[in-house]
């Protein structure tokens, strides 16, 4: 029906014959001509219609579906637009057959104006029109080209699928489940990722795997988070950290070369865990500004001030925030009880904040402060301050103190505020590092017991072999068994892009006895781990390589690229935040019929 697209009617073309179908974007009637803006997935190109030849150009409106065929011709050198792709021709109509008329949209599609979302994801449809979106869904398509092509074509990865029903495991998020007809009582899980079924594919020899896997996870959903998503998942067999690392570097690379036409270091910093957490606060840090956290808690031991005195009594930590130029852009009453700084830290589990102004000039610098605080600080303190802080006049100190954990947590949230709102973050910069030497374990604190960072089949550090409980302890750790435990790191690393986690991988345990001392740690009883993980653990025993992987967020990886705020704009049918689909009105509710015949009886609308 056409044979070009839109956007590929060029100068190449003046004086041919073309013809090109899509919707009217713009439409505008100077009296003896009309000028219709037609748009397709290319892009825009102008059309010039003789309203006496075609009087059906008089009735046309935005989103009509149009064939038109024309002559290529230079536009005048008035109407030229340099915006457009298309914006020194425009096609003298010969021919105009009208294919579908439309109604009028419910919101602007030619124009970018706000609209609410609620809207746009009812007519999905229509918003997929809209020039951003439209951008967005074609640059994702462009990345997934350049994944495929590299891992394929330059390291000879092969693309496999898993499935997508299977079986539910305990850790992780909620799985969404689905009942089977045919084995009633029985249910299958969406997978969360494909992570044993990869593994499996390492045992089975395939040795380089990928896929760009769809992934389900029942979790309340925030910007960056879908209740389906979408992830790049790779395995690689007779690897070590190392090479895994530099595997991805080469294709991360490639995707900034291809994509954003910018080169990237060929190695990328590196930070421990440890060291993300004490410097910056978060383990997936933004390195494009400093001010970072430092460690305070030496100047003040032996304090007089009670609230520092008593933390690092208690084994606490006192750490401090120098804000460059915060004198005189941050009030007293942002830092108290009620203002939105102390509200801010609140949130993640401090008592208050601390602060001292610096005041002086270079070689004669005052620390004012109010209150107990400013009574209990020496000179020796002051100087001290003054020396680790590399305090300068104008500048502010704020001031976190408690568990090491918790002040990290807060401290690291309210430099992330501040520096987004005093400017110091440059939205150009292209800052990746990978965090490595994650710790194997943390400690739910509700149920007590150990649970995996990242997620039980991540190899822990031969050095820390040792401390892993053995599977004679299973259901019966004490508790010296999980502080030791704590202690222990794993062969895992996270890439991070501008404080963005990016992607997140390990090497994966191949034995069968440290994969049992793992759950043994998780609190897995041994009829437990052979119940549900028994087939992995019987493939240990044949055989299964050395192997580790990696799993990039694809949504968020576009997201990143397309500077969009949230995923849904970069997916084609995304749910809100409640997990709705309002284009297609799902979830909804089913016919007793099918419930039954899945041997499921809903009790949503029971009485208690």
């Known amino acids: 029906m056409r044979t070009h697209y839109?956007?590929?009617?060029?100068?190449?073309?003046?004086?041919?014959?073309?013809?090109?179908?899509?919707?009217?974007?713009?439409?505008?009637?100077?009296?003896?001509?009309?000028?219709?803006?037609?748009?397709?997935?290319?892009?825009?190109?102008?059309?010039?219609?003789d309203p006496e030849r075609f009087?059906?150009?008089?009735?046309?409106?935005?989103?009509?579906?149009?064939?038109?065929?024309?002559?290529?011709?230079?536009?005048?050198?008035?109407?030229?637009?340099?915006?457009?792709?298309t914006g020194n021709i425009e096609i003298k109509v010969r021919e105009l057959t009208v294919l579908n008329p439309s109604k009028t949209p419910p919101f602007a599609i030619a124009d970018e104006s706000e609209v609410d979302e609620k809207l746009r994801l009812k007519y999905r449809y229509l918003d997929l029109r809209r020039a951003q979106l439209r951008e967005n869904i074609a640059l994702r398509h462009r990345i997934v080209k350049v994944i495929r092509r590299y891992l394929e074509d330059v390291l000879d990865f092969l693309e496999i699928e898993t499935p997508v029903l299977t079986k539910s495991t305990p850790e992780g998020a909620r799985d969404y489940l689905v009942p089977s007809r045919v084995n009633p009582g029985e249910w299958y899980a969406l997978p969360q990722s494909p992570q044993l079924f990869k593994q499996i594919l390492m045992v089975a020899g395939f040795d380089r795997y990928y896929q760009i896997a769809r992934c389900f996870r029942d979790e309340d959903l925030r910007a960056d988070r879908q209740p389906e998503f979408t992830q790049l998942d790779m395995e690689l067999s007779f690897v070590d950290q190392e090479?895994?690392?530099?595997?991805?570097?080469?294709?991360?690379?490639?995707?900034?070369?291809?994509?954003?036409?910018?080169?990237?270091?060929?190695?990328?910093?590196r930070l421990t865990y440890r060291e993300a957490m004490d410097r910056y606060g978060s383990d997936k840090p933004d390195t494009r500004f400093g001010m970072e956290l430092i460690d305070a808690s030496q100047?003040?031991?032996?304090?007089?001030?009670?609230?520092?005195?008593?933390?690092?009594?208690?084994?606490?930590?006192?750490?401090?925030l120098a804000v460059l130029g915060g004198d005189e852009r941050i009030s007293n009453v942002r830092i108290k009880p009620g203002g939105d700084l102390f509200n801010l830290v609140a949130q993640f589990g401090a008592k208050g904040l601390a602060f001292i102004r610096v005041r002086g000039t270079v070689g004669n610098l005052q620390l004012d402060t109010i209150g107990a605080l400013k009574d209990s600080l020496t000179d020796d303190q002051m100087a001290q301050l003054i020396e680790i802080t590399a305090a300068k006049p104008g500048d502010l100190l704020l001031f976190g103190a408690g568990p090491c954990d918790v002040v990290n947590e807060?401290?690291?949230?309210?430099?992330?505020?501040?520096?987004?709102?005093?400017?110091?973050?440059?939205?150009?910069?292209?800052?990746?590092?990978?965090?490595?030497?994650?710790?194997?374990?943390?400690?739910?604190?509700?149920?007590?017991?150990?649970?995996?960072?990242?997620?039980?089949?991540?190899?822990?550090?031969?050095?820390?072999?040792?401390?892993?409980?053995?599977?004679?302890?299973?259901?019966?750790?004490?508790?010296?068994?999980?502080?030791?435990?704590?202690?222990?790191?794993?062969l895992a690393y996270d890439l991070v892009w501008n404080g963005v986690e990016l992607g997140g991988g390990s090497i994966r345990i191949h034995q069968r006895e440290v994969q049992e001392k793992v759950f043994t740690a998780i609190g897995f009883t041994t009829e437990l781990a052979r119940q549900q993980f028994g087939f992995l653990l019987e493939a240990f025993e044949y055989g299964a390589p050395p192997h580790g992987g990696i799993a990039f967020g694809l949504d968020r990886m576009v997201m990143l690229f397309a500077q969009a705020d949230s995923i849904r704009e970069v997916i084609a049918f995304p749910k809100t935040q409640k997990a709705q689909d309002l284009m297609c009105d799902a979830p909804s509710t089913v016919s007793p019929r099918q419930l039954k015949e899945l041997y499921v009886r809903s009790t949503h609308d029971l009485k208690p």
Not at 57 to 85: C, I
Not at 299 to 320: I, R
Not at 410 to 428: F, K, M, S, T, V
Not at 434 to 459: C, I, K, Q, S, Y
């Open 6 to 49: 839109c956007a590929q009617v060029g100068t190449a073309a003046l004086g041919e014959i073309v013809t090109v179908c899509g919707w009217v974007d713009r439409r505008r009637d100077h009296g003896g001509v009309i000028f219709l803006d037609m748009r397709d997935r290319s892009g825009i190109v102008q059309v010039v219609a």
């Open 55 to 85: 009087p059906v150009a008089g009735d046309l409106r935005s989103e009509f579906v149009l064939q038109v065929t024309g002559e290529v011709t230079q536009r005048p050198e008035e109407s030229l637009n340099p915006k457009l792709k």
């Open 243 to 269: 090479q895994v690392i530099k595997l991805n570097e080469g294709l991360v690379r490639k995707i900034f070369q291809e994509v954003k036409g910018l080169d990237v270091p060929f190695e990328f910093p």
């Open 299 to 320: 100047v003040f031991t032996g304090t007089g001030f009670k609230v520092f005195a008593s933390v690092l009594q208690a084994g606490g930590v006192v750490k401090a």
């Open 410 to 490: 807060y401290l690291g949230r309210l430099r992330l505020h501040l520096g987004a709102e005093l400017g110091l973050i440059d939205p150009n910069q292209n800052n990746l590092l990978w965090v490595t030497d994650f710790p194997m374990f943390e400690l739910n604190p509700e149920e007590g017991r150990l649970v995996a960072l990242h997620h039980p089949f991540t190899a822990p550090n031969p050095a820390d072999l040792d401390k892993l409980p053995t599977p004679e302890k299973a259901g019966s750790l004490t508790p010296q068994d999980k502080v030791k435990a704590l202690e222990a790191r794993a």
